[in-house]
């Protein structure tokens, strides 16, 4: 079965080929783009080794490239399509930013916005989970484990 195109699974997919960037490069496996008017102006993935930041996490990568792309702060017209649920601080930037909309594939139980907080995403902020979460979650078991493997 082909994927359509334009939809939040074909988004995901390419989201899942940023992640699949940072496996190679040794990073958590997590990739993020961020759609406008149907075409994708921003694609990252975590870079938070590389860089030795904390805060270089796939989402904070892929809002500072859309936000230069369109030349504004504010992505209010914008979908974020990120691999992994994303974390308290990524979830506050995107109030910051009012996105559109936030479509996540696998859920983190651990670090995850819904577990940590309220009210954290900008009250027009949709948000859609569980979008290829099967994939999305296996590739970043098979980091996990092979991370364990190596101690």
Known sequence: MALQPKSDEYYMKE?????????????????????????????????T??????????????????????????????????????CLMCAGA???????KIVFGASDEKRGFQNMAGLVLHPKTECVKGVIAEECAQLLTDFFASKRELK
């Open 15 to 47: 989201a899942l080929k940023e992640a699949k960037k940072a496996l190679e490069l040794d990073e958590v496996p997590v990739g993020a783009v961020i759609v406008c008017n149907n075409q994708i102006i921003a694609r990252a993935h975590n870079f």
């Open 49 to 86: 080794e590389h860089l030795n930041d904390v805060t270089a996490h796939a989402e904070m990568q892929a809002f500072t490239s859309a936000a230069d792309y369109l030349g504004g702060k504010y992505l209010n017209e914008c979908t974020l399509y990120v691999t992994l649920e994303p």
């Open 94 to 100: 995107s109030y910051w930013a009012q996105l559109n």
